[in-house]
């Protein structure tokens, strides 16, 4: 099975560099022992932040994997069809598109889930048992998030604030936690 083209003529490609980065126990992320709650005010902001990049979910999921393949190459062994393929191949992949609208439309449900913890937990941590099968680790599951911030960063433009950004910093805490929490057994 591999990794066809994607007929869309526009490619996708990195807008900024990064170092690569590697999961030795330097730079493993910190696994907190605590749920991070969200306050109302991060709540809000989520909700209308999302509405903006809700239009461009495509774009969004395919950069935040991109970013996360040149900063930590090992993660894209994780997908089968993916290995040996260079960055360039991969902006046309239609799985990686895949995938990363599947990441989408889980913030999306989360976000709708936000005063509905019980429906959030319930999604999330069968998601999180799912990925257990599909051999992703544990420690992968912190590195998404800051790429996911990278990715819809230029969106805002000079809208960007040190608050949203600590929003979804949290936001990606809560969901990777949780997701996490049925990893682990
Ligand atoms: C670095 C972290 C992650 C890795 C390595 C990873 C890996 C995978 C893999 C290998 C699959 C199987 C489908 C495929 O091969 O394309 C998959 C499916 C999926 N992933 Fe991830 N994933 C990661 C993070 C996430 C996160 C953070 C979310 C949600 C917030 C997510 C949502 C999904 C969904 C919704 C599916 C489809 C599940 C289904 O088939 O029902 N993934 N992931």
Redesign the pocket.
Known sequence: MGCRNSSLEKKISLEESSNKGTLDAQSEPEVKEERPPLTDRQKQLLRDSWKIVQADIYKVGVVMFLK?FEKYPD?QD??IPYRGQTLDELGNCD?LR??GL??M???EKVIARLDKPENMEALLFI?GQ??VM???KVD??D??GPQFILAIKPTFKNDWTIELEEAWSDFFKL??FI?KEAMVF
């Open positions: 996360l993660v994780i997908f799985r895949e995938h599947q990441v439309r889980t913030v998601l799912k990925h599909f051999n992703t992968y599951m590195l998404i969901v990777t997701m």
